[in-house]
């Protein structure tokens, strides 16, 4: 930032050099003096500056180097009534404002947003992307927005900008009809769609947004591990290949030598239930309808203790945890799919303590 002062009383040089990556406006210092008539305003490019007079919005420059004057103020002039002699020092607020584009800024989903899909039916939905902004107008950015703040940055609008965001979005996803599998492969036709409908109420502060991104579009983890589920048993197949499948997949895994022999049971059910079909089995004509998935895993919870966490643990490890004391009605817990920590009888735990009694009440 650049500050040229005469070593008299005028201002002589006004101008701005930006050395920050987010200041979007910053005031001119006058230190209480007067701007010299026919003084120097350079304006660089990606730059605007604005002239505010006694608080009202007068002249914008553009990029260029000035001299100050009734013939380039045509604003100022008429305001404070000056003829065409006129040739003495007067006082005025600048501001320089950044045209350029500030890129790279985030945007994401608080909460889930609800959607009815096509083949799941009604499911939760999570969202983040990328936005750049940019000034578009900015007499509009300084009535709207500014106002007499002397030094503006990129994240006090940021937040604004993010709740519009994610108010189109939601709006735009629940009305696309578009099933939950083929949004990855839609994200830029909906970013377009994002785009246009948002493009009216940045224009009302004076700005665009010249690029919107959607990175990723999500669902609840456990959702996705039913899919994941879903996916392996299509791959696995007929009945047979599917119990090939869970034997190899249970043997795989690190576990005990009681894990390997239920992986070996398993197997063998499979090659048994296969040469009992006979004929009518994997190679013959009429085969057996392939079960149904089997059901997810159960829900598996964290502790936090002492500035750590354990876990994971199940329902009835928690229960075994409550009937000895370890587990407490305070304890915080936290599972997929909750927003935070909480304490455990604010959650689906507090049936844990239907037994266990109350702490006795102080001085007993």
């Given at each position: 930032?650049?500050?040229?002062?005469?070593?008299?009383?005028?201002?002589?040089?006004?101008?701005?050099?930006?050395?920050?990556?987010?200041?979007?406006?910053?005031?001119?210092?006058?230190?209480?003096?007067?701007?010299?008539?026919?003084?120097?305003?350079?304006?660089?490019?990606?730059?605007?500056?604005?002239?505010?007079?006694?608080?009202?919005?007068?002249?914008?420059?553009?990029?260029?180097?000035?001299?100050?004057?009734?013939?380039?103020?045509?604003?100022?002039?008429?305001?404070?009534?000056?003829d065409h002699g006129f040739?003495?020092?007067?006082?005025?607020?600048?501001?320089?404002?950044?045209?350029?584009?500030?890129?790279?800024?985030?945007?994401?989903?608080?909460?889930?947003?609800?959607?009815?899909?096509?083949?799941?039916?009604?499911?939760?939905?999570?969202?983040?992307?990328?936005?750049?902004?940019?000034?578009s107008d900015p007499a509009?950015?300084?009535?709207?927005?500014?106002?007499?703040?002397?030094?503006?940055?990129?994240?006090?609008?940021?937040?604004?900008?993010?709740?519009?965001?994610?108010?189109?979005?939601?709006?735009?996803?629940?009305?696309?009809?578009?099933?939950?599998?083929?949004?990855?492969?839609?994200?830029?036709?909906?970013?377009?769609?994002?785009?246009?409908?948002?493009?009216?109420?940045?224009?009302?502060?004076?700005?665009?947004l010249p690029e919107f991104?959607?990175?990723?579009?999500?669902?609840?983890?456990?959702?996705?591990?039913?899919?994941?589920?879903?996916?392996?048993?299509?791959?696995?197949?007929?009945?047979?290949?599917?119990?090939?499948?869970?034997?190899?997949?249970?043997?795989?895994?690190?576990?005990?030598?009681?894990?390997?022999?239920?992986?070996?049971?398993?197997?063998?059910?499979?090659?048994?239930?296969?040469?009992?079909?006979?004929?009518?089995?994997?190679?013959?004509?009429?085969?057996?309808?392939?079960?149904?998935?089997?059901?997810?895993?159960?829900?598996?919870?964290?502790?936090?203790?002492?500035?750590?966490?354990?876990?994971?643990?199940?329902?009835?490890?928690?229960?075994?945890?409550?009937?000895?004391?370890?587990?407490?009605?305070?304890?915080?817990?936290?599972?997929?799919?909750?927003?935070?920590?909480?304490?455990?009888?604010?959650?689906?735990?507090?049936?844990?303590?239907?037994?266990?009694?109350?702490?006795?009440?102080?001085?007993?």
């Amino acid at each position: 930032m650049v500050f040229d002062f005469l070593k008299g009383e005028f201002i002589d040089v006004i101008d701005w050099t930006d050395d920050t990556r987010d200041t979007m406006v910053w005031r001119f210092e006058r230190r209480g003096n007067a701007i010299k008539y026919g003084a120097k305003l350079t304006v660089r490019e990606g730059q605007a500056a604005v002239f505010i007079h006694e608080g009202q919005l007068a002249d914008v420059f553009g990029p260029g180097l000035y001299m100050l004057e009734t013939n380039n103020m045509p604003v100022m002039t008429t305001l404070q009534h000056w003829d065409h002699g006129f040739n003495s020092p007067f006082k005025a607020e600048v501001y320089f404002i950044s045209t350029t584009r500030f890129a790279d800024l985030k945007w994401g989903t608080k909460n889930p947003i609800m959607a009815r899909d096509p083949e799941f039916g009604p499911v939760r939905l999570r969202a983040f992307g990328t936005y750049a902004m940019r000034v578009s107008d900015p007499a509009k950015f300084m009535q709207e927005i500014v106002g007499t703040d002397g030094e503006f940055t990129a994240d006090e609008i940021s937040f604004q900008i993010r709740n519009i965001i994610v108010q189109e979005f939601s709006r735009v996803i629940a009305s696309s009809g578009i099933p939950v599998l083929d949004m990855a492969a839609n994200t830029a036709d909906l970013g377009k769609l994002i785009t246009t409908a948002i493009a009216p109420q940045v224009a009302e502060y004076g700005l665009t947004l010249p690029e919107f991104y959607i990175e990723n579009i999500s669902l609840p983890e456990e959702v996705e591990k039913a899919l994941d589920k879903r996916t392996s048993v299509g791959i696995a197949g007929d009945l047979n290949k599917y119990m090939q499948f869970s034997a190899a997949e249970a043997m795989g895994k690190p576990g005990s030598a009681g894990d390997a022999m239920t992986a070996g049971m398993g197997a063998a059910m499979g090659m048994a239930m296969a040469q009992n079909m006979g004929p009518w089995g994997a190679s013959g004509g009429a085969q057996a309808a392939p079960p149904p998935p089997p059901p997810p895993a159960g829900k598996v919870w964290h502790i936090a203790e002492n500035g750590a966490t354990k876990g994971p643990f199940s329902e009835a490890d928690l229960g075994t945890m409550a009937a000895n004391g370890s587990l407490t009605r305070a304890t915080q817990v936290w599972s997929a799919g909750m927003d935070g920590w909480k304490p455990a009888a604010e959650t689906d735990l507090a049936r844990l303590f239907a037994s266990v009694p109350p702490p006795p009440p102080p001085g007993v």
